[in-house]
């Protein structure tokens, strides 16, 4: 597995990460905490250190279950989670609805956040946070007042590194000019690119790039299959994004031209999108896994370098698709 410095920290990450919210089941049609157990596990004995939670990811369900996964293995294991989706408190701006009807808002005060460690702390049984993430940015608390609770947390040795998720470039600039910003979780594959345009800005700044959803949320594994029902609250569901049209050109395209490129590393199609992702300098990709095969696969992208020229075809094959 080829590993990275997070940001300018001395902490090493697999470039693939575990990404823990569909085991949270909310958003995804539910999940089995058993496979879900079983994919953590897999997940680190292929040579995954990272794991990225969240409180959001089924109110605390997620982190409790990465708390299990890794009882007695803490120091093998880099803990990524974030602050700033809140439900115990109506200050910010409101986001979204829980279906039991909890208010969710995005708030990044002070004492908020400092409720909200100790919340995480306590749900996975940990003493200290690896990396701390604000999940979404509030535009109620400024970025400096923010920052500074996150870097005096880190003085007292509760988190050790600091990541923005969902940031625009001018924010990210506020968090470094603020304190040490070491990495940017941001939505990326190859069919969702917008935020190649803050990467050079993140690599000259040693920000490590987390690319979230990956695999494009299984359209970029190859076996999202055109007759695929998705269950209860699967955000797939009624997404035209996922539309039955779109899942038969994604195909197509995955089938005529990224395939060829897979069968020269003999990678599987999810493996090769990923590892085109995570051969880039300063990307690790964080993906979501429900199950043991789902965790095992993905993990193998992390242990191969695809060649620039390739890296290009897959980009201009998937980026054609214009989904
Ligand atoms: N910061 C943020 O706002 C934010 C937002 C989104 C995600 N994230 C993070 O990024 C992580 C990954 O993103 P994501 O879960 O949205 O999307 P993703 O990693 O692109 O896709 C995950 C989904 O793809 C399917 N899949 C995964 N590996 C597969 C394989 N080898 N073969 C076939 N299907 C496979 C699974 O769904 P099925 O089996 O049901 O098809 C899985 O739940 C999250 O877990 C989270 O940690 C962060």
Known sequence: MRMLNIGKTDIKISVIGFGAWAIGGWMWGGAEQKQSLRAIDAALASGINLIDTA???GKGLSEKIVGKAIKNKRDQVVVATKCGLVWH???GTHFFDYPGG???HKYLGPESIRYEVE???SRMGIEYIDLYQTHWQDETTPIEE???TLMNLKKEGKIRAIGASNATLAQLKQYQHAGQLDADQEKYSFIDTDIEKVLPWCRKNHVTMLAYSPLGQGLLTGKLSPEREF???DLRRGNPRFSVQNRKKTQEVLAKQVEPIAQKYDLTIAQLSVAALVSQEGVAALCGARNQSQAEENAKAGEVV???EDVQNIKSA???LDL
């Open 55 to 57: 409180p959001a990811y």
């Open 89 to 91: 408190v109506q200050k």
């Open 102 to 104: 909890e208010k969710v």
């Open 119 to 121: 919340q995480s702390l």
């Open 146 to 148: 923010t920052m500074d």
């Open 231 to 233: 269950e209860g609250d």
């Open 306 to 308: 695809i060649e620039k």
């Open 318 to 320: 998937l980026g054609s």
